[in-house]
């Protein structure tokens, strides 16, 4: 199975950023995670949709490898083909952290990082289930 998000912003650094907040969003409840641990991301991909992957993929590691709770994201340099960002969260604790979904990859199906004609910058992307 799989499932998806849409996620926009006025810049493409916005966009990524709501994109990560997005995807923690459906693995985990938020709003219920405080922001004590940060941890640094650096990736690079040849295009912005192959960094979205990447930036989506390399959370997704810190969540299985770290055991971390991951609540929140920003991005400190947006690049075509490099991102610097970081994200905040805790150790999980089962019981004080609900989950939703359990995420096994994210895909290429289907991703697509395009302006739309309010200028605004829109995106999506299909997870493993």
Known sequence: ADIGLE???????ETFKE???GFTALMFEREKIQ???KISIHVR????????IAWLA???????????AICDADIELWEDDELKGCV????????IHPT???IKAVTY?????????????????????
């Open 7 to 13: 996620a926009w912003g006025h810049e493409v650094e």
């Open 19 to 21: 994109a990560a907040r």
């Open 35 to 37: 922001k004590k641990e």
């Open 45 to 52: 991909a040849d295009n912005p949709e192959e960094l979205l």
């Open 58 to 68: 390399e959370i997704l590691y810190i969540v299985d490898a770290t055991d971390m």
């Open 88 to 95: 905040w969260g805790e150790p999980f604790q089962e019981g």
């Open 100 to 102: 939703h979904h359990q």
């Open 109 to 129: 199906h289907q991703v697509s990082l395009e302006e739309d004609e309010e200028g605004k910058i829109w995106c999506q992307v299909y997870f493993d289930l």
